[in-house]
């Protein structure tokens, strides 16, 4: 079994304007199509959003954002029946684009961009609404993310999910021999050195079985917690709030 090691990747720690950071972002896309992320995410949301609230409005928070270009082909692929979204882009790196931007406006979505270290979002109390009510998500998602965090850190990132949502969704590297293997193989698909470099770290802290599952805080209302593999390279995993809003 392949322990979990977590290590910086280099993409996080590049400028944005780096050519070979647009580069690999623009790879990533590539990774994502042959681990089919985008029918990953759109079938996980269909999964714990089955039946959304005719004209309503559904909050959705992505943690790890990136570009936000995985979300709005996933969000493509649902229209036109879904719900009207209020979404919230929250990345470290301040990239989305403006194409981005007007790709989500003209589904009628409303993006809001939220530059902040995850962790910042995590230490502080959830946010004051108007209304006396607090920061509040229908659905927090996440796309190969989670894996660049571990022990403290991670639990605490878990907990102010929880403590902020009635479902979770994530797909991540799954740490098994088969993704090992693709991770070694990006270069096939035209990937730059940043992303066949990262894609292998990706893997090794990639998750297994029930890993995140046994992290998940055990307090805060009865979850409904599901985990496994997603196709040959990804690891899912989602919880529902039972009682949650429709
Ligand atoms: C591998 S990319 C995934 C982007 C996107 N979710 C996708 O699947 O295409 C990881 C993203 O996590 C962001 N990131 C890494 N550490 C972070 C942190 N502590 N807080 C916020 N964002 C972070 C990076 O800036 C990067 O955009």
């Excluded at 090691?5 to 896309?29: C, G, I, K, Q, Y």
């Excluded at 029918?39 to 992505?62: C, D, M, T, Y």
């Excluded at 790890?64 to 995985?70: E, I, M, N, P, T």
């Excluded at 981005?100 to 270290?117: I, N, P, R, S, Y």
């Amino acid at each position: 079994m392949l322990p979990r090691v977590v290590a910086a990747e280099t993409l996080d720690h590049l400028p944005p304007d780096d050519p070979a950071a647009r580069r690999s972002r623009r790879d990533l896309m590539r990774v994502h199509r042959v681990m089919g992320t985008r029918s990953i995410v759109a079938r996980g949301w269909q999964a714990l959003v089955p039946a959304p609230r005719a004209g309503g409005l559904l909050r959705i928070l992505e943690i790890g954002a990136g570009d936000g270009s995985l979300l709005l082909r996933v969000a493509r692929s649902l229209a036109p029946g879904w719900p009207r979204v209020q979404l919230c882009l929250l990345d470290r790196q301040d990239i989305v684009t403006p194409a981005t931007l007007a790709g989500f406006a003209k589904m009628g979505w409303a993006v809001q961009v939220q530059a902040v270290d995850v962790l910042d979002w995590a230490a502080r109390p959830p946010r004051p609404l108007p209304g006396g009510v607090f920061e509040r998500w229908d659905l927090i998602t996440t796309s190969l993310f989670l894996h660049h965090f571990q022990g403290d850190a991670l639990d605490a990132l878990l907990a102010a999910v929880a403590a902020r949502s009635d479902r979770f969704f994530a797909v991540e590297p799954s740490r098994s021999w088969p993704a090992l293997v693709g991770s070694h193989l990006v270069g096939a698909i035209g990937a730059n050195a940043v992303t066949r470099q990262d894609a292998v770290l990706s893997v090794h802290a990639g998750f297994r079985g029930f890993e995140i599952s046994a992290r998940w805080p055990k307090a805060g209302g009865a979850w409904q917690l599901q985990e496994g593999t997603a196709g040959l390279f990804g690891h899912r995993f989602s919880a529902t709030l039972a009682g949650g809003a429709p």
